[in-house]
Nanobody, 122 residues
Framework: VQLQAFGGGLVQAGGSLRLSCAAS????????MGWFRQAPGKEREFVAT????????RYADSVKGRFSISRDNAKNTVYLQMNSLKPEDTAVYYC????????????????WGRGTQVTVSS
């Protein structure tokens, strides 16, 4: 199983980025997918999750209204559109997969990607 996240970079506050996570080696269309992030010196935290059919999405309060999670099962890819970025969004962003339901809990996820760095300058 491989999850490859990409699309991170350096952006000014107020800007936008779109992260992608390409999955292989698993039944992607039956997986709930999640995005998490980890800033230096902090624990990994939940950002967003989406179920297998895209009918259910959940967001952390800190990103609600600014970030949007989506997926394309034909491409085995999940996306995170990030708008109105703030310096406090700076972190390494990870995608993760689990079977069945969505979850905001790190330990519920079985597979993890390596992460992509997002840096927001003020």
């Amino acid at each position: 199983v491989q999850l490859q996240a990409f699309g991170g970079g350096l952006v000014q506050a107020g800007g936008s980025l779109r992260l992608s996570c390409a999955a292989s080696g698993l039944a992607f269309s039956s997986q709930a997918m999640g995005w998490f992030r980890q800033a230096p010196g902090k624990e990994r935290e939940f950002v967003a999750t989406i179920n297998w059919s895209s009918s259910v999405t959940r967001y952390a309060d800190s990103v609600k209204g600014r970030f949007s999670i989506s997926r394309d099962n034909a491409k085995n890819t999940v996306y995170l559109q990030m708008n109105s970025l703030k310096p406090e969004d700076t972190a390494v962003y990870y995608c993760a997969a689990r079977t069945f339901r969505t979850s905001s809990t790190t330990n519920d996820y079985t597979y993890w990607g390596r992460g992509t760095q997002v840096t927001v300058s003020s």
